[in-house]
C-alpha cells in the first residue's frame, strides 16, 4: 500500500488531517482548562460550589455538607444543634437509612455515646456541655455508590433508643432534612 | 466490575489526553516529559484500582488495559481513520533545505531537536539533512543528504 510522498520520501504526511488535529488539540486544550477551572470552582466536590445547606439559619437542626462528592472519597455532615434540641446534656440525631445505604458513617466527632439501629435508620447520641447554646457534630462519611444519592437526617424527639435495640421506628422529630448529593465515580 | 469500566475509561482518557497534549510529551523524554508521564500514570493507577488492593482486583484491571489495548490496535488495522485519530501521521518538518515553522510551531518542535536526531545519526550540519520528519511517536526521523549541494537545491 503506497503511502502519500512528501518531496521524494514516502512518508504518509497528511497535511489537511494534521491542521485539523491541531484545531482539536486547541479545543482539547480549552475542555482540559475549562474543567480544571470548574474542579477549582467545586462543581466535582470540595470547592465554593459544592457547599449546601440543609435547614434553615436559626432551625434546631441545619446540616452542612457537600453537595458534589466523590465515590469512596470521605465527605463530611456538620450537624448544628440549637439549645432546644438538647435534652440532659445530650443530644440525638437520626440519620435515615436511605442516607446511610451507599454512604456509611466512618466515625464521628465528637464520638458518639451511642449508636442504636432503629428500624428506619440509625439514632447517634452525643454528650454536649449542659451550658452549650449549639453544638456542632461532624459525621464523616465516605459515599459508596456513585450518582444522585438523597437521604434524611432529623432529630429526634424525646430520649434516644435502648442500646438493645428493643425499639421500633425512631421517632424522629418532623421535618427530616433532605441530603441531597450528586456523587461523581 | 467497577474496576473493569474504571480501566476502560482510564485507557480511553490517557489515550486521549497524549494526544491532546501532542507528540512532544511522548518522545524526548527529558524531566520535564518525564514529570507529565509519571504523575499521570501514578494518578490514574489509584483511581483504577481504588482501595482494593487485591490481585484479582489487579490483575482484572490489567487485563482490561491489555484488552483495550488489543482493540484500539485492531481497530487501527481495521480503520486508516482512526488510525490517524490514535496515531496522527508523520510530519515532515524539513524539507530539501526548507524548514517548515508552522508545522513544527503545531508539534512544538524546535530547530535544536531536528539537528539532536541528525547528531544522533552522526551528522553535523544541517545541509547534511535531506527531510527531517517528526514520527507518530514524536521520534524525529532524518534522511541523510547524499550532496549537501544537491538537496538544498532540488536537483
Known sequence: MALSRAGDVEVGFDEKFEYFWFRVQRAGWAVMAALVLLGLSGLFGRGPLARATAGDQGALLRVDYERFARFRTPTMLAAHVGKAAMSAGQVSIWLGNDLLHGMPVERTVPTAVSAAPVSDGVVYTFQVPPESDSATVLFAVQPGVAGRHRGRMALLAGPPPPLDGASGAASAAPPALEIRQLIYP | MGTIIRAAVAYVVLLSLFRIIGRRAVDHMTPFEMIVIFLVGGMMIQAVVSDDRSLTNGVLAVFTIGLMHVTVAWLK????????????????????????????????????????AARQNGLEREEQIKYAIVERNGAISIVKAEDPARSATGS
Open chain 2, 77 to 116: 488495522d481495521r480503520s486508516q481513520r482512526f488510525g490517524r485519530v490514535a496515531d496522527g501521521t508523520p510530519v515532515v518538518v524539513l524539507g530539501r533545505g526548507e524548514w517548515h515553522p508552522e508545522r513544527m510551531r503545531k508539534l512544538r518542535i524546535h530547530t535544536e531537536d531536528v539537528l539532536a
